[in-house]
């Protein structure tokens, strides 16, 4: 491995890329918190300064501290800003796409975008691509990528100098596989951010991997750490129904955000309060729990042998679950060692004589024992560390025997002397980028190496389908994801079973594809996995309160022929291998029972269900207060918490936070808005000064400021 050049200036790292590429510059830079967000300033501005030179940035999901729309928000936020995010330094073209403009020389082309940030804006929309997240490194090749920028992650001096691509060994690995296949030049920087986790397995590399590693001390800040957000009651549903189609022993994918922590939630109470689990699912569960009209039977046991996190995203929904022992199925980087584990010829990860007989059995081994099947049998454990082979014996200090394992003698004294006791290299969670609060980020930097070692992160082409990364892997791949649930979230559902998730009918795009066509198809060709969608019943914008389960839909991110398992508020609906009619029925079924009429109403009218047909009284009850009487007793109970992982939230920026949101909901609606401001108005309610002051509101002597000041009172 070469030598690379070591810059400890950003400005001169600037200058050496701009010496080594004299053309335009096509920058590719990793998603979320892989970005060097202060080397790709510092080009960024140099650049802007240089009309005679472009710059191109390729990337996703760019990140920026909350900024308030309002003299409210903008109050409350700052203190919170300045407390949580530190000194996190904003990307300079976030700051331009959203203010005044990117200067004429320099474009961001992004395939993720911050969720629903950039609904109106032009100059974003244009920039979108639309590509799977597996696609995303032949789609840098494309773009004419000549350079790429990563912040890692550093440890050891000297000789002993280590780094680690950390949060995004994603798309990296293969950009330089694929740059180097092509013999198209490619510029590697790494820049050392000293905030950032070291990880090892697949994300740690040679300094040699990058020809520039820049490690100047004004690269290290804060990570972006968004707060956890407050689970509502209609996640908490979501989350329940979810967690009881999680099979013991087999394999989990979750997503960031409220509907994440959820279901983590509703899994860490399915293994430590049982009774308690399936009381709430009982009351939660109109067919029962035993698979009755098209609903997949529940699961409600404990986690005995535990789970395997394999996700694009890893979130601190699994910390959580990891640290609480339910994501502990380790798995193995070898097809037949894993097929042996599953099947229970080898019965755990103890080492054993059985260990040893069924790999022998297996074929995976021969006898009398090769270099490679020593190599192999040292590297996960099976034999103890510092076994050698010289010529047709084992040696490990004064005990040898033959490599015969068809010896009885030389058996005997392999396994009463050599064996190991535990296998090694076991992986409990895979993933392929990490983004969650600080705490979560402090919980990996401190966690000890041994297991830090289980959590691997790695390529998005290894996670996301099963016939990414090298030959071989395929099989690998099924036998390490036996009964998996790949677990994504919607936006709208049709009652034919196509989902868009990403964009607008108008082709507005809110998000991005990102990697969940990947897992729901990957979900279909395994035998025993499945896909779950999950969405909340309604949303509500500006116009009104709407269905998110619709009739039909100008966009789609997953067609109707890969329908599978769709998950709302109310309840759980297989779709998998049913006629039309069928699924629209169970759509319905968990639809809001406000909308669900119409829904009938069209599709009756498009011939797709009987005109006779009724849905069950026992649907006809789906609505938000009959959900909070069900989960109600287990909220106060503490089973159901507001920030099941906490917040960085004080109790009185909740306070204050609830009360903005009522407000600004309200002004999205005029008869709520007169009805709460004549409610405000008629009780002369005050504010505490504090939450005054925090505000802006404290010395407020405009109507308009007085007004708002009795509404925010009215409203806490």
């Not at 042998?305 to 798995?331: H, K, P, T, W």
């Not at 270099?371 to 082979?389: E, I, S, T």
């Not at 005990?399 to 296998?423: E, F, I, M």
């Not at 505000?695 to 002597?701: I, K, V």
Request: aromatic letters at 6%; glycine letters at 10%; one cysteine or more.
């Amino acid at each position: 491995m070469p030598t690379p050049r070591v810059i400890d200036h950003l400005e001169a790292a600037v200058e050496a890329v701009l010496a080594a590429v004299p053309g335009d510059i096509v920058l590719g830079i990793p998603l979320a918190i892989g970005k060097p967000n202060a080397f790709v300033n510092a080009l960024y501005r140099r650049i802007a300064a240089t009309p005679g030179r472009r710059l191109t940035i390729v990337t996703a999901l760019s990140l920026e501290k909350p900024v308030g729309k309002s003299d409210l928000e903008r109050h409350f936020l700052e203190p919170l800003v300045e407390r949580v995010f530190g000194d996190y330094p904003d990307l300079d073209y976030v700051k331009a796409l959203r203010g005044a403009g990117l200067p004429p020389n320099i474009e961001v082309r992004e395939f993720f975008l911050k969720t629903g940030d950039y609904l109106t804006n032009p100059v974003a929309q244009q920039g979108y691509i639309s590509t799977n997240y597996t696609f995303v490194a032949r789609d840098m090749l494309l773009q004419g990528m000549n350079v790429i920028a990563q912040a890692v992650a550093e440890q050891g001096t000297g000789d002993g100098w280590q780094l680690s691509v950390s949060s995004n060994p994603d798309v990296v690995f293969e950009v330089v596989e694929r740059f180097a296949a092509e013999g198209v030049p490619l510029l590697k920087v790494g820049v050392v951010n000293r905030q950032m986790p070291f990880m090892p397995n697949g994300a740690a590399v040679a300094p040699g991997f990058f020809d520039i590693v820049v490690t100047d001390p004004a690269a290290t800040h804060r990570l972006f750490g968004p707060p956890n957000g407050k689970v509502s009651t209609a996640d908490y549903a979501i989350g329940l129904h979810a967690s009881s189609l999680v099979a013991d022993g087999g394999t989990l994918q979750i997503g960031i955000g409220s509907l994440g922590d959820a279901i983590a939630q509703a899994l860490l109470v399915r293994e430590r309060h049982g009774d308690e689990y399936r009381a709430i699912l009982q009351r939660l569960c109109p067919d029962g729990l035993d698979g009755l009209n098209g609903t997949p039977p529940r699961q409600t046991g404990r986690f005995d042998r535990g789970l395997y996190g394999c996700s694009e995203m890893f979130v601190n929904g699994f910390l959580q679950l990891i640290d609480a022992g339910i994501v502990r199925r380790e798995v193995f980087a070898d097809a037949v060692l894993q097929r042996l584990l599953n099947s229970g010829a080898i019965a755990d990860e103890t080492v054993t004589p059985a260990t040893l007989a069924a790999l022998r059995s297996a074929g995976r081994i021969q006898s009398p024992l090769r270099a490679a099947d020593v190599d192999f049998l040292l590297h996960f454990g099976v034999l103890r560390p510092g076994v050698r082979l010289e010529g047709r014996q084992l040696v490990l200090g004064t005990h040898r025997c033959s490599t015969d394992l068809d010896d009885p003698q030389a058996v005997g004294t392999l396994c009463s002397h050599l064996l190991g006791a535990r296998l090694a290299h076991g992986i409990v969670m895979t993933g392929g980028f990490f983004l969650g609060p600080n705490a979560f980020y402090e919980r990996l930097r401190s966690m000890p190496p041994q297991e830090l070692a289980r959590i691997d992160m790695t390529r998005i082409d290894v996670i996301n389908q099963l016939y990414g990364g090298h030959p071989g892997d395929a099989e690998l791949k099924r036998a390490q994801r036996i009964h998996a649930r790949f677990m994504n979230t919607t936006m709208k559902v049709t009652l034919l079973g196509a989902a868009a998730s990403d964009a607008l009918e108008n082709g507005q795009v809110v998000s991005g594809v990102g990697g969940q066509y990947n897992f729901v198809a990957m979900a279909h060709a395994l035998p025993d996995a499945r896909s779950i969608l999950m969405l909340r019943a309604t949303h509500d914008n500006a116009d009104g309160l709407h269905s998110s389960i619709v009739w039909n839909y100008g966009h789609v991110t997953i067609p109707r022929h890969l329908r599978d398992i769709v998950i709302t508020e109310y309840g759980v609906a297989d779709l998998r291998g049913q006629v039309d009619s069928e699924v629209v029925k169970r759509l319905i079924a968990i639809a809001d029972s406000r909308f669900q009429d119409g829904l009938i109403r069209e599709a009756q009218a498009h011939g797709k269900l009987p005109a006779g047909w009724v849905l069950p009284e026992r649907y006809r009850h789906n609505l938000p207060a009959a959900l909070d009487d069900i989960l109600h007793p287990w909220s106060e109970a503490g089973l159901l918490p507001a920030f099941p992982f906490g917040t960085d939230l004080t109790a009185d920026e909740l306070h204050i936070v609830t009360a903005l949101k009522r407000l600004k909901r309200a002004t999205q609606h005029p008869v709520e808005l007169v009805t709460l401001a004549v409610k405000s108005l008629w009780e002369g309610k005050e504010a505490p000064p504090a939450y005054l002051q925090r505000l802006g509101l404290d010395e407020a002597t405009s109507f308009k400021a007085m007004f708002i000041r009795k509404l925010f009172a009215g409203n806490l």
